[in-house]
């Protein structure tokens, strides 16, 4: 969860509401920050896991034609969605997914 004045705001108005002490809420702030980095420091190592496992399997199915597959792929998705799309697709991963690979002839066009 990217910081967020509001967020971190009403949180501070929440705990004057409750009366809480400032060392309660330093305590319960550096909590609640240790709690997301935690989880973000989770998700980013399953991320890159599958991310790894992914390149692992199209190494192995395309093997020293993965690059061109790679570009083939690129030009695929420029054709349906254009610049932007091929951003968020490779922002997300979703570029490293098997069946995005699969989802084109040669060409580089659609196939279905």
Same mark, same amino acid.
């Given at each position: 969860?990217?910081?967020?004045?509001?967020?971190e705001?009403?949180?501070?108005?929440?705990?004057?509401?409750?009366?809480?002490s400032?060392?309660?809420?330093? *305590?319960?702030? +550096? @909590?609640f920050?240790?709690? &997301? /980095?935690?989880?973000w420091e989770?998700?980013?190592?399953?991320?890159?896991?599958?991310?790894?496992?992914?390149?692992?399997s199209?190494?192995?199915?395309?093997?020293?034609?993965?690059?061109?597959?790679l570009?083939?792929?690129?030009?695929?998705?420029?054709?349906? *969605?254009?610049? +932007? @799309?091929?951003?968020a697709? &490779? /922002?997300?991963?979703?570029g490293q997914?098997?069946?995005?690979?699969?989802?084109?002839?040669?060409?580089?066009?659609?196939?279905?």
């Open positions: 969860m990217p910081y967020s004045p509001e967020l705001k009403a949180y501070k108005d929440a705990a004057h509401k409750l009366g809480l400032q060392k309660q809420v330093k *305590g319960l702030h +550096e @909590f920050l240790n709690a &997301n /980095k935690g989880a989770h998700t980013q190592e399953q991320k890159n896991a599958a991310i790894l496992e992914v390149t692992e199209l190494k192995k199915e395309f093997g020293l034609a993965l690059p061109r597959e570009e083939r792929t690129n030009r695929y998705l420029m054709e349906i *969605g254009g610049q +932007e @799309f091929v951003d697709v &490779n /922002k997300q991963g979703w997914r098997p069946c995005v690979h699969q989802s084109h002839d040669e060409s580089g066009q659609a196939h279905w």
